[in-house]
């Protein structure tokens, strides 16, 4: 994730953007074909009635991402909820999501609805398996949560990264608890970072 850093006691603001793509394979060959970039869109095709619906799975592709049962071995992560829209205009996804699909619009010759077409939307994805990068402190998501570690990426930016010290950066600060307002943060905090929702502000301290 990224955000504003400034003085200690600064506020940060974690964007809501797509984490990098992870996520555990049924095969090493499938593994190669996971895309890492930073933004991902896709077409409806595949499986159900209703593109990548609540509860629906997905493939991971080396250009696309397709909808396929859960039972199969191409299964690689698990809708846990799905709207229209742009994420930055629409609901937040669930705290512990590893990533986030946008889906284009588009007009198949059938869907959900019947009248031919699917909206442009979202779905919030989390990995059938480990790692889930978008657990605390997993280093990922599309989220910044209690749990998370971050670090500070220059250009008054903070990132997310593994708090367990094994990713490409090593963790600064750490999110202890998340606060309605800044002055209900511990005084050993060092920094104060948004996270959104009903308690926007998150408590850090240095690690």
Same mark, same amino acid.
């Given at each position: 994730?990224?955000?504003?850093?400034?003085?200690?006691?600064?506020? *940060?603001?974690? #964007? *809501?953007?797509?984490?990098?793509?992870?996520?555990?394979?049924?095969?090493?060959?499938?593994?190669?074909?996971?895309?890492?970039?930073?933004?991902?869109?896709?077409?409806?095709?595949? @499986?159900? #009635?209703?593109?990548?619906?609540?509860?629906? $799975? !997905?493939?991971? /592709?080396?250009?696309?991402?397709?909808? =396929? &049962? $859960?039972? !199969?071995?191409?299964?690689?992560?698990?809708?846990?909820?799905?709207?229209?829209?742009? &994420?930055?205009?629409?609901?937040?996804?669930?705290?512990?999501?590893?990533?986030?699909?946008?889906?284009?619009?588009?007009?198949?010759?059938?869907?959900?609805?019947?009248? /031919?077409?699917? &909206?442009?939307? @979202?779905?919030?994805?989390?990995?059938?398996?480990?790692?889930?990068?978008?657990? &605390?402190?997993?280093?990922?998501?599309?989220?910044?949560?209690?749990?998370?570690?971050?670090?500070? #990426?220059?250009?008054?930016? =903070?990132?997310?990264?593994? $708090?367990?010290?094994? /990713?490409?950066?090593?963790?600064? @600060?750490?999110?202890?608890?998340?606060?309605?307002?800044?002055?209900?943060?511990?005084?050993?905090?060092? *920094? @104060?970072?948004?996270? /959104?929702?009903?308690?926007?502000?998150? $408590?850090?301290?240095?690690?």
């Amino acid at each position: 994730m990224r955000g504003t850093r400034a003085v200690p006691a600064a506020l *940060l603001t974690a #964007a *809501l953007t797509v984490a990098g793509l992870s996520g555990c394979q049924a095969s090493s060959e499938a593994a190669k074909d996971r895309p890492s970039g930073s933004a991902t869109s896709t077409q409806p095709s595949g @499986y159900g #009635a209703e593109f990548l619906a609540v509860d629906e $799975c !997905s493939s991971f /592709g080396t250009t696309s991402f397709t909808e =396929v &049962p $859960c039972t !199969s071995e191409r299964a690689a992560a698990r809708v846990v909820a799905r709207y229209d829209g742009k &994420p930055s205009a629409g609901p937040e996804c669930p705290s512990t999501t590893d990533f986030v699909l946008h889906i284009s619009e588009s007009k198949p010759a059938s869907d959900e609805d019947g009248d /031919g077409a699917v &909206p442009q939307g @979202y779905a919030c994805m989390r990995n059938l398996e480990p790692p889930h990068p978008g657990d &605390p402190g997993g280093g990922g998501g599309p989220r910044t949560i209690v749990g998370d570690c971050v670090y500070g #990426a220059g250009k008054g930016e =903070v990132r997310e990264t593994p $708090c367990d010290g094994k /990713g490409e950066h090593a963790p600064e @600060y750490k999110v202890t608890s998340a606060v309605p307002r800044r002055t209900q943060c511990p005084r050993s905090t060092a *920094l @104060y970072v948004q996270l /959104g929702g009903g308690k926007p502000v998150g $408590c850090a301290r240095q690690v």
